[in-house]
C-alpha cells in the first residue's frame, strides 16, 4: 500500500494578517511549513508528499523551501485553487495516487501532528474507508444566533477535529468529485465523505496539534517549542 500525503498550503492567511503568508513564517529557524514537510517525510509509512501552493508561490517553494532545506519524499508542487477543498481536489487529481492507495491530507500549518497515531490512523482508514484525529471539546458550545443563545450542545458529543486525515483514494476522489458536481462546500476533507453516506473513523488527536490561524496561535507554537512541551523532529 502506497500512502500519498496531500499538504495544502495554498492559503491566503488572512486571519492572521501580516506580509507574509503564514506557512512561510518561522518557527524554530524554519518556516512553519518546512517544520511540517520535514515531520511527515521522516516517517516511514508515507511514499510521496505533494505540496499545493498558490500559482505565483510554484518557483520559489521550489528553490526557497523544497531545493534549498534538501526536502525528501517531494513528489511534486501543485498549484491550488481559491478555497481549501479545491486545492486539495486539485490535488488529488495531479498526485498520481492508485485507487487502491491511501491518502492522507494534512494542512501545512500543523507542524506538531502526533507522530505516533499515524500508523493507526492509516490502518483505520484501510479498513474504515476514512478516518481522522479528534480531541474532545474542552469548553461549553453554544449554539447563537443574532446575538442571543439558542440552545447549548451536549459536549459529550462534540470533538474539535484536527488534520491529519486519511482515506482510501477511491473514496476521497469520489467524494470530491461528488461535492464539486453539486457545489457542496465543508469545512474539511472528511465532512465530503459524510456526505456521501460513507463512516469515518474517530482516533485521538492531541492538544498539541494545533493549527496556526492567527498571531495567539503563532505565540502559542512558539512557547510550546521554547517550554520543551513539543519537538520539531
Ligand atoms: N489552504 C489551501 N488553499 C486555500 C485555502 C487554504 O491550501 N484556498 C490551506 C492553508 O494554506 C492551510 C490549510 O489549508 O495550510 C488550513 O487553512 P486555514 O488555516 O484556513 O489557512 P488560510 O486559509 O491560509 O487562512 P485564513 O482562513 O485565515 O485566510
Ligand atoms: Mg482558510
Known amino acids: 500500500m502506497n500512502v500519498h500525503v ?3 498550503a495554498a492559503g491566503s492567511g488572512s486571519r492572521i494578517g501580516g506580509d507574509i503568508r503564514k506557512q512561510y513564517l518561522e518557527l ?3 518556516p512553519v511549513l518546512v517544520q511540517t514537510l520535514s515531520r511527515l517525510a521522516a516517517l516511514p509509512q508515507i511514499t510521496a508528499i505533494h505540496l499545493i501552493v498558490p500559482e505565483e508561490d510554484v518557483a520559489f517553494c521550489r528553490a526557497e523551501l523544497v531545493d534549498r532545506y534538501r526536502l525528501e519524499k517531494i513528489g511534486g508542487v501543485i498549484v491550488g485553487g481559491a478555497e481549501r477543498q479545491d486545492s486539495v481536489r486539485k490535488g488529488l487529481e495531479a498526485c498520481g495516487a492508485a485507487s487502491q492507495d491511501v491518502i492522507l491530507v494534512h494542512d501545512a500549518v500543523r507542524p506538531f501532528f502526533p507522530k505516533d497515531q499515524i500508523g493507526p490512523l492509516l490502518q483505520l482508514a484501510a479498513v474504515e474507508g476514512a478516518a481522522l484525529l479528534a480531541i474532545p471539546a474542552q469548553d ?4 447563537v444566533f443574532d446575538g442571543l443563545v439558542r440552545s447549548t450542545l ?3 458529543l462534540l470533538w474539535q477535529v484536527q488534520t491529519p486525515q486519511a482515506f482510501r483514494c477511491e473514496r476521497i476522489r469520489e467524494a470530491h468529485r461528488r461535492a ?5 462546500v465543508g469545512t474539511d476533507d472528511a465532512s465530503l465523505i459524510e456526505w456521501c453516506g460513507w463512516p469515518v473513523a474517530v482516533l485521538a488527536g492531541h492538544p498539541h496539534n494545533l493549527k496556526i490561524t492567527t498571531p495567539a496561535d503563532l505565540a502559542l507554537a512558539r512557547a510550546l517549542l521554547a517550554a520543551g512541551e513539543v519537538s520539531l523532529t
Open 6 to 8: 496531500l499538504v495544502p
Open 28 to 30: 524554530g529557524d524554519q
Open 140 to 143: 461549553t458550545i453554544k449554539e
Open 154 to 156: 451536549d459536549r459529550r
Open 180 to 184: 464539486y458536481a453539486s457545489g457542496y
